[in-house]
């Protein structure tokens, strides 16, 4: 059965500080991974996409890494700021065209 | 703004009630799904529909009916809901639901009770 398992399930940290969360997927075959951001009340919104090839990519103060060979990864938040609050949703897409969200991390950046 | 534009955003009914959820885009997509967020959990795909043909229902109960009559407008019929069905319901677009490197744009969803 495909799962995607995120963790922590909630973070609090300080404007400022750095963070990273955790994605691990059992999903196959695989295609894309996907982080998605969502603010409270609305709908999710994509940050980065990762194919098989690429192991690192970056949307501004956003990092995104892969490792398929454990079926791994990560999303790096630098210099955290309030906006940055919200869920973080991990999302793989396999050879199939079929979604697999994870539950998300809940981030709270505290002043 | 994603482009996908869902109405109402929050509605209150009774199970007895029928209802009806809307979504709009405005991207030229040819793909629209409905997602239903319980609290706690991930997103669950509910309807997919391709060129306004439904080419996917995952074990959806009868009580939600989907109707799309053009590839710009997504429709959701609510009908004896039951309170375990209060969630957020979110309606996504695509460009082609068949490619594996297709983004979905979200609305920024209904947020259903049911009591």
């Known amino acids: 059965k495909n799962q995607v398992e995120q963790s922590p399930q909630s973070l609090i940290i300080l404007e400022g500080k750095n963070c990273t969360l955790q994605?691990?997927?059992?999903?196959?075959?695989?295609?894309?991974l996907r982080w998605y951001k969502q603010d409270t009340g609305r709908g999710p919104v994509s940050l980065t996409i990762m194919t098989f090839s690429e192991n690192t990519k970056s949307n501004g103060r956003y990092t995104a890494t892969l490792d398929a060979d454990t079926k791994q990864s990560s999303l790096h938040i630098t210099a955290s700021q309030l906006s940055d609050s919200a869920s973080y949703i991990c999302?793989?897409?396999?050879?199939?065209?079929?979604?697999?969200f994870g539950k998300g991390t809940m981030l709270l950046v505290s002043p | 703004e994603t482009g996908v534009t869902q109405t109402p955003r929050h509605l209150v009914m009774g199970m007895t009630n029928k209802k009806s959820l809307k979504c709009e885009q405005h991207l030229g997509h040819n793909a629209m799904y409905w997602y239903k967020q319980s609290a706690k959990k991930p997103l669950e795909l509910m309807f997919v529909y391709s060129l306004e043909e439904r080419v996917e229902n995952n074990s959806v109960p009868s009580r939600f009916s989907p109707e799309c009559p053009n590839s710009s407008h997504l429709f959701l019929h609510l009908h004896t809901l039951q309170p375990e069905d209060s969630a957020l319901y979110l309606c996504a677009s695509s460009q082609g639901s068949g490619s594996t490197n297709t983004e979905a744009f979200f609305g920024q969803g209904t947020r259903l009770t049911v009591v």
């Open positions: 994605c691990n997927y059992t999903v196959s075959p695989f295609s894309n």
């Open positions: 999302v793989v897409t396999s050879g199939y065209s079929t979604l697999t």
